[in-house]
């Protein structure tokens, strides 16, 4: 693997650990030390400037997971990395790129020598009952019906300290690894995943999700499990069945039967 401890993002290193196909579609790439959110860096730069660019940052100020829950980003341990892509009118179900990066987070992962992770839907990477990475993905439609898209990746690499600010069971990479991977560089496992999500989004453009749906069901942490949900306000439990066309989660719920989710916090009652 090559790293040492504690080494900084570099978008040369992060550059040259490219696939040649990837390097060639990527064309900005951008490293910041410190922002707010790298979503809304990317949100903020001129249309012409946001498809196919990287932005990562050290830390962030504000960075956000979904329903506007903070994402803690301390310094110097993780990956805080958005990736700008635009989609052309009549693309496919844009409501499936959460799952579409989850697995492309979780192929990262595989090369890192990561084993035993995968989805909780919608974009949920874990490692047993705690969470390893989130997905946030942010869209914007333009006249000519044209989508700009920000997928945004939380992902734990070597969480620094204790992390008490965050309240929900959480972990790094690293803690899973052998201690002859430990030391893997940041820059290494940022280039797996835009090797993965860079040629996934050219993918999924022309194709949809369907050819990555045998990807989801292997990883689907969900499917056949007894789940507890909160969907506006109200508290069920049931079975989920997995996914439809669009993305969302069916379920069989104890009181009402079969339903599709699109928006609904999940957590698995059998754990």
Same mark, same amino acid.
């Given at each position: 693997m090559g790293a040492v401890i504690g080494d900084a993002l570099s978008a040369d290193a992060i550059r040259q650990g490219l696939s040649p196909a990837a390097r060639e579609r990527l064309q900005r790439l951008t490293v910041l030390r410190e922002t707010d959110s790298t979503n809304a860096v990317l949100a903020r730069l001129p249309e012409a400037e946001?498809?196919?660019?990287?932005?990562?940052?050290?830390?962030?100020?504000?960075?956000?997971?979904?329903?506007?829950? /903070?994402?803690?980003?301390?310094?110097?341990?993780n990956i805080y990395l958005s990736l700008g892509w635009? #989609?052309?009118?009549?693309?496919?179900? !844009?409501?499936?790129?959460?799952?579409?990066?989850?697995?492309?987070?979780?192929?990262?992962? +595989?090369?890192?020598?990561?084993r035993g992770h995968g989805v909780k839907w919608p974009n949920d990477v874990?490692?047993?009952?705690?969470?390893?990475?989130?997905? !946030?993905?942010?869209?914007?439609?333009?006249? +000519? /019906?044209?989508? !700009?898209?920000v997928i945004g990746v939380g992902l734990n690499v070597r969480m620094p300290g204790a992390a008490t600010a965050i309240d929900r069971p959480w972990t790094d990479l690293v803690s899973h690894l052998p201690a002859d991977r430990r030391g893997i560089s940041r820059?290494?496992?940022?280039? +797996? %995943? !835009?090797?993965?999500?860079?040629?996934?989004?050219?993918? #999924?453009?022309?194709?949809? #999700?369907?050819? #990555?749906?045998?990807?989801?069901?292997? /990883? +689907? %942490?969900l499917a056949g499990r007894r789940i507890a949900l909160e969907e506006n306000g109200a508290a069920r439990r049931g079975t989920a069945l997995g996914i439809d066309d669009s993305g969302g989660l069916a379920v069989d719920l104890d009181d009402i039967g079969q339903q599709v989710l699109h928006a609904a916090d999940v957590s698995i009652l059998d754990a």
């Open positions: 946001r498809h196919a660019h990287a932005v990562l940052a050290e830390t962030q100020t504000a960075g956000r997971g979904r329903r506007q829950r /903070r994402w803690h980003s301390p310094a110097g341990g635009r #989609f052309a009118a009549g693309a496919p179900q !844009l409501s499936n790129l959460p799952l579409l990066a989850a697995l492309c987070v979780c192929a990262a992962l +595989d090369r890192a020598g990561l874990l490692i047993g009952p705690a969470k390893l990475a989130g997905i !946030l993905v942010e869209s914007q439609s333009r006249p +000519d /019906r044209s989508v !700009l898209a820059n290494r496992v940022a280039a +797996d %995943l !835009l090797d993965d999500l860079v040629p996934a989004c050219e993918r #999924f453009a022309s194709e949809g #999700f369907a050819p #990555f749906r045998d990807e989801w069901m292997r /990883r +689907d %942490l």
